[in-house]
């Protein structure tokens, strides 16, 4: 009997947050929508089997699963950037389930997997699962610090038609560093960058505040679920201010303190 081997690959572990409230709250068409809009931008309508130019990409309950493996075949043929491609489509996928309602904490890593249609496991699975459970904390994706520190050293991670020091520039253009150290896709940011149509900038930011707001209105006691929208909150003003002054006719796509009354005592830079 043949050793089953484990491939190297790019990993995103996704929780999809406030799944069980949605579920309570919400009415079976409005579940359907978001659901749907999860399946779309997160690829799991694509149905690849990660050899192709997009990854393969699994649902479990309310976890998403994104591989790709650098030994993909479409990657040893004409490796196509496989990093900035999963960042930007992490960037993406979050921007875009921000209008409907959606917020997501996940973790991305390089590791050693084994999958099929029936199974996933390996150290590099478990590795991402453990950035999303234990150290992302906040509706963030955080990068594992062992890819950013060893990313330079693997061929397979980059373009074969770009210049590999814009390749990093591009990649460091959808990241950013926490107060924590941690790295993070930074899609408030970079989501706007992706917009064709400027009008849309505006109504994307107001729609990440009410995200932040349907998930704060009528709490008092700072607990879990408030310490997450305190740090989107600090993220999403900061995110708003690279984009717009903030004038009267812009006041509005800020969370203020009088709407948010926590933000006060917890002041903090994302």
Known sequence: ????????????????????????????????????????????DEKEDGDGYLPKTVQFSDSII??????ATANMEYPYGMLFHELNDIV??????????????????????????????????????????SFAQHPRVVLDPKMIENMHNDER????????????????????????????????????????NPERIPEFFENSKKLIMSNVSGKKGLDGVLSKYIWLSH?????????FERVSDTEDMWVTESEFPLLAEMRKAP
């Open 92 to 133: 993406l996928m979050q921007g875009e389930l921000v209008n409907f309602g959606v917020a997501i904490r996940g973790g991305i890593t390089i590791g050693d997997i084994s999958f099929d249609d029936q199974l996933i496991f390996g150290p590099g699975f478990i590795r991402a699962y453990e950035l999303e459970s």
């Open 66 to 71: 994104r591989i790709r493996p650098l030994d």
């Open 157 to 196: 991670l980059f373009s074969f038609h770009n210049d590999r020091s814009e390749e990093i520039e591009f990649i460091r253009s959808q990241v950013r560093r926490g107060d924590d150290g941690l790295y993070f896709v930074d899609y408030l940011v970079a989501f706007p960058r992706n917009v064709t």
């Open 235 to 243: 993220y999403h003003n900061f995110a708003v201010g690279e984009c």
């Open 1 to 44: 009997m043949a050793q089953e081997l484990y491939r190297q690959a790019i990993i995103t572990f996704i929780d999809i947050l406030g799944f069980k409230e949605m579920v309570r709250s919400k009415s079976a068409s409005e579940v359907k929508r978001s659901l749907k809009a999860i399946r779309a931008f997160s690829g799991l």
